[in-house]
């Protein structure tokens, strides 16, 4: 089981002080929470990535090959890489390339964004959303498994003895994770070429999440890829904590009461009570984490969203010391003391490494 972070990289003001960090400053934070990601022992760090104020993040592979420079071990990801928007033939140069430098720490998650106006600034139609994610994942596909690719589609111009260069790191390409809030397509998707499939898990009930896990589950042992339940499944959630529940929800709240995403809405209560949202002790956090497996079965990845809607660098990376020291130690032992033995760890390059060398023997 994997457990990590991943930022959205929003630039909000503080509302107890009212101050806005600059564009840089966010930019280092980022930066700097990575580095304590490592150092506090989580296994990743993701970066969503936005082209519209208040967002950072336009360059993903930028910040994460920065990133791999200066860490050892962390496992870096994005939190949305924009299939429909991003030509295929780039995302598959910049993530082999960034493979290569990260020694192989690499994996994304595609998805559509949530920002209707992306689109066409990218040249594209947002009525197509669909059609481009599936499209041009087919396409990136097979660009990171053939050497030499032809192709014709609907939403790019036509490819003819075309190599993506660098290839992937030891011919594996990264490992795909497909991330929806919303889209059974998306789900279906995953499926089909066995991919992961990632659940935000933020902003909505879990049955919502149990339907769209549930579909993925069913139609990954569809396809021949395993099980259900050995499908790979990963999870968002939103946590802050101190000590003391009182103590986490009183200095929470101006925070939500004024975020862009769900301020001036529901109560914090409220949207406790009706989301994965959690605010109060590590205990509260470990059972309530727990129960995620209860309502979607056993799964491979849970980030946590915890830099956001203002919130000071050094109180993230006070709740980061939190979640290493006394979180997620306790729910590693609990994850893998309930996971049946046929249920598999979240894949990486070198357990896909090995079972390409494995196959390559088995068939010789």
Do not use: C
């Amino acid at each position: 089981m994997q457990f990590g972070i991943f930022t959205v990289g929003d630039v909000t003001p503080d509302p107890t002080t009212g101050r806005t960090p600059t564009e840089a400053e966010r930019i280092k934070a980022m930066v700097r929470i990575a580095l304590k990601a490592e150092e506090v022992g989580l296994d990743v760090f993701a970066t969503g990535e936005h082209h519209n104020p208040p967002f950072v993040p336009s360059s993903p592979t930028t910040m994460l090959g920065y990133v791999a420079a200066r860490t050892e071990r962390l496992i870096l990801s994005t939190a949305t890489t924009l299939i429909t928007t991003n030509d295929p033939v780039k995302i598959a140069e910049d993530f082999a390339m960034l493979q290569h430098l990260a020694d192989g720490r690499v994996d994304l998650m595609l998805g559509r964004g949530n920002t209707g106006p992306v689109y066409p600034w990218f040249g594209q139609d947002i009525r197509q959303g669909i059609p481009l994610a599936i499209e041009n994942y087919h396409l990136l596909h097979r660009l990171w498994r053939e050497d030499v690719v032809d192709w014709q589609g609907k939403f790019r111009t036509p490819l003819q003895g075309f190599t993506s260069t660098p290839r992937p790191l030891d011919g594996i390409p990264p490992f795909v994770w497909h991330g929806s809030i919303r889209s059974p397509e998306i789900a279906e998707q995953a499926a089909y070429y066995g991919d992961g499939f990632f659940a935000n898990n933020i902003f909505w009930p879990k049955e919502h999440f149990q339907r769209l896990i549930g579909l993925y589950r069913r139609r990954y042992e569809h396809y021949g890829h395993g099980s259900a339940d050995q499908a790979i499944v990963g999870l968002g959630g939103q946590v802050f904590m101190r000590k003391n529940s009182q103590d986490a929800i009183r200095e929470f709240r101006p925070y939500f009461d004024n975020a862009p995403v769900y301020g001036h809405g529901p109560s914090l209560e409220e949207f406790m009570a009706e989301t994965p949202l959690t605010v109060g002790s590590p205990q509260q956090v470990i059972d309530r984490t727990l129960q995620f497996r209860e309502y979607f079965g056993d799964y491979q990845r849970q980030l946590f969203l915890m830099d956001h809607a203002g919130l000071p660098l050094k109180t993230v990376l006070e709740q980061l010391d939190i979640l290493g020291e006394e979180v997620v130690p306790v729910l590693r032992r609990e994850f893998a003391a309930l996971r049946p033995a046929h249920v598999p760890d979240a894949p990486t390059h070198e357990s896909l490494r090995k079972a390409a060398a494995a196959k390559e023997t088995a068939n010789r």
